[in-house]
């Protein structure tokens, strides 16, 4: 979401550019997959991927559990 504005804090706080791969309301299953399957996965010159995983999401997995 671009209100939070996650990429830019990573970008100031890491000095380098960054690739965002979101999709925003399908979760963040959906777009590790997508990274998994794209071709980024096989870039050599990416050193580091950041796979947020929204607290929302694992409070919600949770009560569904829970059920």
Do not use: C
């Not at 890491?14 to 309301?25: L, R, W």
């Not at 963040?28 to 999401?57: C, H, Q």
């Amino acid at each position: 979401m671009d209100a939070w504005n996650f990429p830019g804090f990573l970008k100031h706080s890491m000095k380098q550019e960054i690739i965002t791969i979101a999709n925003e309301a399908k979760g963040p299953f959906f777009s590790m997959k997508e990274y998994l399957a794209g071709e980024f996965f096989n870039d050599d010159s990416l050193d580091v991927v950041i796979w947020e995983f929204p607290v929302r999401t694992i409070l919600k997995q949770s009560a569904k559990n829970k059920d």
